[in-house]
């Protein structure tokens, strides 16, 4: 399946929430969690996570991984070789 095919199955009202409760959690995640009990996660079918790498993305190099099986913003459990949408790359 094409880069083009796979964004096709992507809603725009998906990728809308997506993107914007993923910028809001990149800009807070340097700062604190303190203040919220306990920050809700997607669901691996939101972020259309996949256990298996994509384009030589992983979680195991996602700024968003948290060894050895927990994301910050998926819920778990994922696997160091898996992906989603929400990928960042590890600076
Ligand atoms: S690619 Fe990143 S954001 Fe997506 S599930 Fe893996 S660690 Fe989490």
Redesign the pocket.
């Known amino acids: 399946m094409s880069e083009h095919e796979r964004f096709g199955l992507v809603s725009r009202r998906d990728l809308l929430n997506i993107a914007a409760v993923g910028a809001s959690a990149l800009v807070t995640s340097g700062v604190s969690y303190a203040a919220s009990a306990a920050p809700k996660k997607f669901t ?1 079918k939101q ?1 259309h ?1 996949q256990p298996i790498p994509k384009s030589g ?3 195991q190099t ?5 060894p050895p099986t927990d ?4 819920e778990g459990p ?1 696997s160091p070789a ?7 790359r590890k600076s």
């Open positions: 691996q972020a996570y993305q992983r979680c996602c700024a968003l991984w948290q994301c910050q913003q998926v994922v898996g992906w989603c949408i929400l990928y960042v």
